[in-house]
């Protein structure tokens, strides 16, 4: 079995900061692209930030400046430094990755179950 494994979201005051993690287990070969997404009540999930396997990113422009993807591949895990939150950063956040496992099997839009981030005084 294959597992996106979020955690770190929470209830935090506007102006704060979360760390969000993901981490990858199960029968993966090579992880290539990671990436945040996240969707707030009554929206559509949205890109907020990427990562590819060498480092190269990517940012939703509404994050630019704020926060920061990085990655371990040495752990499978992708982070997400969330500073000077919003209220309008209020979302769950869902961890993405384009994933190769054993035998050939690719799934290039693998989901994590989600962590919610309450952004609100």
């Known amino acids: 079995q294959v597992q996106l494994v979020e955690s770190g979201g929470g209830l935090v005051q506007p102006g704060g900061a979360l760390r969000l993690s993901c981490a990858a287990s199960?029968?993966?070969?090579?992880?290539?692209?990671m990436g945040w997404y996240r969707q707030a009540p009554g929206e559509q999930r949205e890109l907020v930030a990427t990562i590819t396997s060498a480092g190269s990113t990517n940012y939703a422009d509404s994050v630019k400046g704020r926060f920061t993807i990085s990655r371990d591949n040495a752990k499978n895990t992708v982070y997400l430094q969330m500073n000077s939150l919003k209220p309008e950063d209020t979302a769950v956040y869902y961890c993405?990755?384009?994933?190769?496992?054993?035998?050939?099997?690719?799934?290039?839009?693998?989901w994590g179950q989600g962590t919610e981030v309450t952004v609100s005084s």
């Open positions: 199960g029968s993966i070969v090579s992880i290539y692209a």
């Open positions: 993405n990755a384009d994933l190769l496992l054993r035998y050939g099997l690719r799934y290039s839009d693998y």
